[in-house]
Structures are given as C-alpha cells and as structure tokens.
C-alpha cells in the first residue's frame, strides 16, 4: 500500500535528511582527504580607495561522486514537497 499525504512528506523529509547528513560527512572526508589546491592572486587596491580582492583559483580539485547527484536530487526533492506543502496550507489559511 502507498502512502500519500502528510505520512508520505514525513517519510519523504525524514529520508533527505539522513541524506543530507551522510552527504555532509562525505564531503568534510573528501575535503580532508583529497583538499583542493589553490593559486592565490593579489589585486593590490588603486591609491585611496581601501578595498583590495583576493583571487583564488582552484588549479586541482578531486572529482566529485557521481552518487552525491542522487543524494542531493533526494533532498532537494523533500525541499520542494515541503514547500509546496507549506505553501497550500497558506493557501488555504487565507481562504
């Protein structure tokens, strides 16, 4: 039997969390295991004016999972049904 309505976004929700905390950790080993390289730049500021810009290129950076696309398309499908969700419930409050 499919569920549908309030029990299914629940589940839906609760699902692209556990995504979202696997991505994360995921990602913080992939930075602490493979870090990107940069090529920093200084564009030295023009005479009185206070700003200065950094420029840093990213000359190496490890691939990304092909996997981490289903993760993200989880959640941000969860995103969406939340918030259309919500948005109904405005709806129908105002009328």
Known sequence: MVESGIPSA?????????HMRSLDRAVKKLRRETPYDFAPDLIPNER??????LL???????????????STGDI????TCIQARSALFGTLAYL
């Open 76 to 79: 941000q499908c969860a995103s």
């Open 48 to 53: 009185g004016k206070p700003d200065f810009y």
């Open 56 to 70: 840093a290129v990213v000359t190496q950076a490890p691939p990304i999972p092909e996997s981490w696309a289903l």
């Open 10 to 18: 629940r589940q839906k929700l609760a699902r692209a969390q556990k």
